[in-house]
């Protein structure tokens, strides 16, 4: 695949940065910028058997290799397909996986053991291999974990592992890892990005990234997707040196940038009644407190965010309050789950860019949440104030995941969006 054929992109030199990908034409929010095949993936340990080692779609009646019985296929297409990869380590794989080396590796380099066993061994006749050794290497270097088999430049390639690789998702959770050097050469990181990544898998065939657009982009504006969570607010500078070797200074690094120049973030308060004056103080700046009438926009961090509320920029609130939504959101109590799950709402409309696909899952799980409070509640005031607030996160969930489109296994939250719409209508 060569970088001069590109039908929506261009590359060209970057102030900072090696290059850059820069629009050809104006695209359009959800249309697919890009869309490239995986040069070789690897499926997290937890996954095998499964999904298939070769397509990595989900199945109940996967086949095993005969050969190593570690590897599982769809069928005999999947396997023949994957079998020129996978040939040159059959036999040795499982004395390999068994031995002291590899086991006393910790989990992430067995899994970029096992990686860089495959890459080898993937065929380069497309060019891919080419564009992968001509990326940049990380800024630090780690001799390669051991291999199966041997492996010609193991040094050189494992250089650009760690900056360069992908972890694949299905409906925005992770189950493997992947390599796509195109994408790698061509997009830049933004903590604030234009574009994103989604999967697609199909019986059979390799994954595919599908590079998104986020909202409109017009032309000769630069193609940006996030490296990383970018909710990582304290973490992600240090992220960024250590792995990539630079220093991220888009929209929401500066805002960060900022807010700290006014002074350190202050600690979030232990009082749970001052707590709840904040987090009530911050779905009101953001404006979620009423679901029912709010607008449901991003708004970005900039140095006029309200001082009081600084606090909730420290990346382990957001942590725990994930954790009360996601427990108070099953088990209980609703008015709780409701609470936190808005307060998150507004974390998320502060910290991610416009029509972020984290923001849609979100509003998925709060419109669900406001379901289950709306069938437990007698009050007809209360019930409806409850329905009202799942057709708002609905709208907000159907809005931003359907720009995003389906990614992954079949189902999943778009499915989850019609049926629970199906139940509001019902309920008039």
Known sequence: MSLVDLENVKLETHPTARNQAIATRPLSAGSIILSIHAFATVLFENQKSRRCDHCLTLSETLRKCSGCASCWYCDTNCQTRHWPSHKRICKRWNSFISSNEFQALPPHERLDSALLSYFASASSADGQLAIFKSLLPGPTHHPPPPTCAPVEG????????????????????????????????????????????????????????????????????????????????????????????????????????????????????????????????????????????????????????????????????????????????????????????????????????????????????????????????????????AMAQVRACLSLGRRILGLYGPEGDSGGPLTEITVLQQLVDQEG
């Open 154 to 385: 193991a040094d050189i390639l494992y250089d650009r592992f760690g900056n360069n690789n992908f972890t694949i998702h299905s409906h925005l959770n992770s189950f493997a890892h992947g390599i796509f050097p195109l994408a790698s050469r061509l997009f830049n990181h933004s903590c604030a990005p234009n574009a994103a990544a989604r999967y697609k898998l199909v019986q059979g065939q390799v994954v595919t990234m599908e590079v998104v657009a986020l909202r409109d982009i017009p032309e000769e504006e630069e193609i940006c997707i996030p490296y990383l969570d970018p909710a990582l607010l304290q973490t992600r500078q240090q992220i960024f040196q250590l792995t990539y070797g630079f220093q991220c200074t888009c929209i929401s690094c500066e805002g960060l940038k900022s807010v700290k120049s006014v002074g350190p973030i202050p600690d979030v308060p232990q009082d749970p009644v001052r707590l709840a004056a904040l987090e009530y103080r911050l779905r009101t700046y953001i404006g979620v407190d009423d679901l029912e009438h709010c607008l449901l926009h991003t708004k970005p961090i900039t140095q006029s965010l309200p001082p009081e509320i600084r606090c909730f920029l420290k990346e382990d609130y957001i942590e725990h309050l994930s954790g009360v939504f996601s427990q108070s959101s099953h088990d209980g109590p609703y008015d709780r789950a409701l609470e936190s799950g808005t307060t998150l709402l507004a974390m998320y409309l502060l910290i991610y860019p416009e029509n972020y696909p984290q923001i849609g899952m979100h509003a998925l799980e709060l419109a669900k949440t406001a379901w289950n409070a709306s069938m437990s509640m007698n009050d007809i005031v209360r019930r409806q104030h």
